[in-house]
């Protein structure tokens, strides 16, 4: 029996190329296109660690983990291979020259090297120092030919642990099956199916793959080792027709394997349907739907199936148990579709109405609001700003945060227009999403909309770090004034938003450690000379930055940056300043407590005078002088 979970959010930050396994049971790695990788417990649903590449360099493949070596695995730019170890701050930029571009990287559990596939078609071996051998996959009149890697997986072959490498030939799909061991001799055989190869995955000792023609096939490795089949001789495979075909597949168990499909039932994406499979009786076993769009990889990790995408991480639990020989077999049968939850709010249901007229009038305002929304979200329907304001302007979105949610993923991915009003009239009712205000606010930078980012950090309750440092970064660099869109903000006052936001001083450290130095010099004066103005403000302003928030951010600037500060010698004159200054706060903050004890002394005194006093009083009033 097979029990599916319900699906939650383990991240919304946009951009997830793929996920892999952490150190501890529960620990997942994301990478991210914009070049950070971040350590997840599923337990706890938060994130735990995280690191980040500079700006100008990007992810190639998923980044991995170790555990013979301890350590993190990524490759920068196509052919930089880095790596790093648990407790470190930040990433090594010192990297490893790899001589080609990489695929994607293997880990074995018990081989003190890593596994690399290049594009080529080669397997390298590497070790933490970057030496280690290659082992060609193919021929070498094969490789002459150009062939195109299209996936990877590893198989545990009893007590080894193998690649599986899927590559096209000349239209011909082949695969290419060898042990990671620098002296392993790989096995090649041809695929016969119909159609191109849409993914594949390893469950157990057998290969599942899916295919344009509509067939999902089971072939077994075991056969594909051996050498009767090194001449490309058919092997065992079992057979499902699925309609529409699977684009994405993730093995579980011996036995089980997941696959995801598009969930279009209603003629727009919706999400992605994902169901468990037995590969005995190619029957179904469980089903859901998972409301993540465009889902690009579907893996299973400590117990959970994992759907990643470009707008985040969604994550149900899955369990398989062995009930029994025909309840196996038999599957689930007909699979009831789940019901999606409603967009909009029901109203109460009145005393005098039948509750199937409630049910059915329900019923109909979702589904108008479901048109509305496909029409609001479709770039075919509203193609133009005109059409796409006319149409959200056409009725109230709902207060819920899937279409919401929608709607701003539509208006951050639309190239050909920028709806800033769209945006605005969101955030003034508060109806962009938490998991998306770090997208919001990376879009406006990218567009150099000032005046959006200010609106977006007044009405969003919290900002991701990265995202943070990277608006700091930017902020800190712009003129004494901006003009914007026709506005004119002035560049303390975004500082002050800025620096006022809520933080993690244990995930703002990392990227905190990237920003350039002479922005950290910039932003010890700013903080600094507003230490020293704050005591002399009898009212605050408007964009007010508190003294508490100064001096955390003082203190974590000196402590992220101690190194840099302590032997740079032109840092010697901010850091007396700032010295000299939080003395003078120290000396004003004796001096007014002194001059607190005494007003209270003389309040408790005229207070007295007005009770009726008795034959005699004794007071004791405790004053420091």
């Known amino acids: 029996m097979v029990y599916l979970g319900s699906a939650f959010t383990l991240s919304g930050r946009q951009g997830c190329i793929g996920a892999s396994a952490g150190k501890g049971e529960a620990e997942i790695v994301c990478s991210f296109t914009s070049g950070a990788v971040e350590v997840y417990n599923v337990h706890g649903q938060c994130c735990v660690r995280s690191w980040s590449l500079q700006s100008s360099d990007r992810l190639s493949c998923p980044a991995v983990y170790h555990h013979p070596s301890q350590r993190y695995f990524a490759v920068r730019n196509g052919q930089e ?15 490893q020259p790899l001589p080609t571009n990489v695929h994607s990287l293997l880990t074995p559990d018990s081989l003190p090297w890593v596994g690399v596939i290049y594009h080529n078609g080669t397997l390298g071996l590497l070790e933490e120092d970057g030496r280690g051998g290659e082992v060609p996959l ?14 990877t997986d590893l198989w545990v ?47 157990g000792s057998e290969l599942v793959s899916s295919w344009t023609s509509g067939n999902t096939l089971s072939t077994s490795l075991e056969q594909l080792c051996k050498p009767s089949h090194s001449q490309g001789t058919h092997s065992r495979q079992h057979t499902l027709t699925l309609s529409p075909s699977p684009t994405l597949l993730a093995g579980i168990s011996e036995h089980y394997f997941a696959l995801g499909q598009i969930d279009s039932s209603s003629g727009a994406e ?32 400590h117990g959970f199936l994992l759907a990643v995408g470009g707008e985040g991480v969604m994550v149900c639990s899955v369990g398989c148990e062995d009930g029994g020989v025909l309840s196996a077999a038999l599957g689930r049968g007909q699979v009831e579709t789940i019901k999606d939850s409603l967009l909009i709010v029901p109203s109460w249901v009145q005393p005098d109405k039948d509750c199937g007229d409630w049910e059915e009038g329900t019923r109909q305002s979702d589904s108008e609001e479901r048109a509305f929304l496909a029409v609001l979200t479709d770039p075919a329907k ?23 949610a929608a709607v701003v993923r539509r208006v951050l991915g639309e190239k050909r227009f920028w709806a800033r009003k769209a945006l605005t009239e969101m955030l003034a009712q508060r109806l962009v999403p938490l998991s998306l205000t770090g997208d919001l606010l990376v879009s406006a930078l990218e567009r150099k909309d000032w005046p959006l980012v200010s609106m977006a950090l007044r009405h969003c309750e919290a900002v991701p770090e990265h995202d943070l440092v990277r608006l700091l970064q930017e902020t800190l660099s712009l003129p004494a004034e901006v003009k914007s869109y026709g506005a004119t903000l002035r560049k ?57 928030a100064a001096l955390d951010w003082l203190g974590l600037l000196l402590d992220v940056h101690f190194a840099q500060l302590s032997l740079v010698p032109g840092a010697k004159h901010t850091l007396v300043a700032l ?12 001096g007014l407590s002194l001059v607190q004890a005494l007003r209270d002394v003389q309040q408790k005194g005229s207070r007295s005078e007005e009770h009726s006093l008795h034959m005699y009083q004794v007071e004791e009033l405790n004053v420091k002088v």
């Open 81 to 95: 291979l880095l790596s790093w170890s648990e407790g470190a701050e930040a990433i090594d930029h010192t990297p």
């Open 138 to 151: 193919m021929g070498r009149a094969t490789r002459r030919t150009n062939p195109t890697v299209l996936a």
């Open 157 to 203: 072959c009893g007590r080894e642990e193998v690649a599986v490498v899927l590559y096209s030939l000349q239209g011909q799909c082949h695969i290419s099956l060898c042990a990671l061991r620098k002296d392993a001799t790989p096995t090649t055989t041809a695929l016969k199916a119909e159609g191109q190869l849409l993914c594949c995955c390893v469950c």
């Open 270 to 301: 919706r999400g992605t349907i994902v169901s468990v499979w037995d590969t005995r009786y190619g029957t179904c076993q469980a089903r859901t739907t998972i409301a993540v769009q465009y889902t690009s990889q579907l893996c299973h990790l």
């Open 382 to 404: 509203t193609p133009t700003l005109d059409s796409f304001m006319a149409q959200l302007q056409s009725r109230p979105l709902p207060p819920g945060g899937a279409g919401c």
């Open 492 to 548: 303390k006052h975004l500082l002050c938003q800025l620096l006022s936001q809520p933080r993690n001083d244990a995930l703002l450290q990392q990227p905190l450690s990237q920003l350039p130095f002479p922005l950290v010099m910039a932003l010890l004066e700013f903080l600094g000379s507003h230490v020293a103005m704050e005591a002399c403000l009898s009212s605050p302003p408007l964009h007010h930055l508190p003294q508490p």
């Open 579 to 590: 010295q000299q200054q939080i003395d003078d706060q120290v000396e004003l903050c004796e």
